[in-house]
């Protein structure tokens, strides 16, 4: 009976729980929006090694296993700049990023914490204005994370700079801090802000991921390919091709390249150019002006940049020329339109 009766209390205990936790997910309100927009892995230094996709340090995970974390002129170093063997690393990664399926695994690392002094932890992830408090407090995009800004806050820049713009709602930022509530979420004061750039990036020559793979004749697959725009070659994340045979590529470096002023609303998962045209993750109806045009295929979120077919800059856009040919994409705003 005795076992009996705790079975019940523990079954009710879980029951309140899960109540609790579906009613959370279903408020409109509730803070725990989706996943991270960071991930982490930590580990001990083994070596320094020149992979095919960049410098990288081979680490010991936690549990022992082997992982490459991949650097590049883009990663971020809140503390020191260098690790020796031994040392201990996190690195933190963009959680919805394409990786390449092999072993071990490799991560491509946006932050790299080295040298962190004992009393400073470290948060990467997006962050939001906390409705649930008043001015000056910010939760990161996966809910479990906050910060409040004190008179002491330091808000700079990755290369140091002071960050004057004022806004970090919908920010990517690296939260340096030392102690810290243990509510849920957990909550304490910022010492230091990094607010990371937005800017497009090269990301890694690889393969797509498997269900990205295109069909048929790999030769053709346009994944990686340069991207030219007016006949001038852009740094831009890289373009994939969908196992529908659709080239997908980003659109902020390639709108703002052309002159277009692009916005992004975290919220919404919208898109929006010159005020004129709108387009939402996910969905296939695209609005210009107060018409509607639906493509084939929708925009996509892919390791935190948009991507659109390449058919929205002929479509959208009414530009004479977007194609990808001879191993490279090109888009062009004048000349004539290429069959």
Same mark, same amino acid.
């Given at each position: 009976?005795?076992?009996? +009766? /705790? @079975?019940?209390?523990?079954?009710?205990?879980?029951?309140?729980?899960?109540? &609790?936790?579906?009613?959370?997910? !279903? %408020? =409109?309100?509730?803070?725990?929006?989706?996943?991270?927009?960071? +991930? /982490? @892995?930590?580990?001990?230094?083994?070596?320094?090694?020149?992979?095919?996709? &960049?410098?990288?340090?081979?680490? !010991? %995970? =936690?549990?022992?296993?082997?992982?490459?974390?991949?650097?590049?002129?883009?990663?971020?170093?809140?503390?020191?700049?260098?690790?020796?063997?031994?040392?201990?690393?996190?690195?933190?990664?963009?959680?919805?990023?394409?990786?390449?399926?092999?072993?071990?695994?490799?991560?491509?690392?946006?932050?790299?914490?080295?040298?962190?002094?004992?009393?400073?932890?470290?948060?990467?992830?997006?962050?939001?204005?906390?409705?649930?408090?008043?001015?000056?407090?910010?939760?990161?995009?996966?809910?479990?994370?906050?910060?409040?800004?004190?008179?002491?806050?330091?808000?700079?820049?990755?290369?140091?700079?002071?960050?004057?713009?004022?806004?970090?709602?919908?920010?990517?930022?690296?939260?340096?801090?030392?102690?810290?509530?243990?509510?849920?979420?957990?909550?304490?004061?910022?010492?230091?802000?990094?607010?990371?750039?937005?800017?497009?990036?090269?990301?890694?020559?690889?393969?797509?991921?498997?269900?990205?793979?295109?069909?048929?004749?790999?030769?053709?697959?346009?994944?990686?390919?340069?991207?030219?725009?007016?006949?001038?070659?852009?740094?831009?994340?890289?373009?994939?091709?969908?196992?529908?045979?659709?080239?997908?590529?980003?659109?902020?470096?390639?709108?703002?390249?052309?002159?277009?002023?692009?916005?992004?609303?975290?919220?919404?998962?919208?898109?929006?150019?010159?005020?004129?045209?709108?387009?939402?993750?996910?969905?296939?109806?695209?609005?210009?002006?107060?018409?509607?045009?639906?493509?084939?295929?929708?925009?996509?979120?892919?390791?935190?940049?948009?991507?659109?077919?390449?058919?929205?800059?002929?479509?959208?856009?009414?530009?004479?020329?977007?194609?990808?040919?001879?191993?490279?994409?090109?888009?062009?705003?004048?000349?004539?339109?290429?069959?």
């Amino acid at each position: 009976m005795k076992k009996a +009766l /705790s @079975i019940l209390l523990v079954a009710g205990m879980l029951t309140t729980a899960i109540a &609790g936790m579906a009613a959370a997910a !279903d %408020d =409109e309100t509730n803070p725990w929006r989706e996943l991270p927009y960071y +991930l /982490s @892995i930590t580990g001990t230094v083994v070596s320094y090694e020149d992979l095919k996709s &960049g410098l990288s340090i081979k680490i !010991d %995970d =936690e549990y022992g296993n082997p992982a490459y974390l991949i650097l590049s002129d883009k990663t971020v170093y809140p503390f020191e700049t260098t690790a020796a063997v031994g040392d201990v690393v996190t690195g933190f990664y963009q959680a919805n990023a394409p990786m390449i399926a092999i072993w071990p695994p490799q991560y491509n690392i946006s932050v790299l914490v080295v040298g962190a002094p004992e009393d400073k932890r470290v948060v990467v992830d997006r962050f939001y204005e906390w409705e649930d408090h008043s001015e000056g407090y910010y939760i990161a995009q996966s809910g479990a994370f906050a910060f409040r800004i004190s008179e002491d806050t330091e808000i700079i820049l990755e290369n140091g700079d002071d960050y004057i713009d004022g806004d970090l709602a919908g920010k990517r930022i690296v939260v340096i801090f030392d102690v810290s509530t243990r509510s849920i979420p957990e909550l304490a004061t910022a010492r230091t802000l990094i607010v990371l750039c937005e800017d497009a990036v090269n990301l890694p020559d690889v393969a797509p991921p498997e269900e990205l793979a295109p069909v048929g004749d790999p030769e053709i697959d346009a994944s990686g390919w340069p991207i030219l725009v007016n006949g001038v070659l852009v740094e831009a994340p890289a373009a994939y091709q969908t196992a529908e045979r659709i080239v997908m590529v980003p659109l902020r470096v390639i709108a703002e390249t052309l002159g277009f002023e692009v916005r992004w609303d975290a919220e919404a998962r919208t898109v929006t150019l010159d005020d004129s045209i709108v387009l939402t993750i996910g969905d296939a109806s695209y609005l210009v002006g107060e018409t509607v045009i639906e493509l084939a295929d929708a925009p996509a979120l892919m390791g935190g940049f948009t991507y659109v077919p390449l058919a929205f800059f002929r479509d959208i856009l009414e530009l004479p020329n977007a194609f990808a040919f001879e191993g490279q994409i090109e888009i062009h705003s004048d000349g004539d339109r290429m069959e």
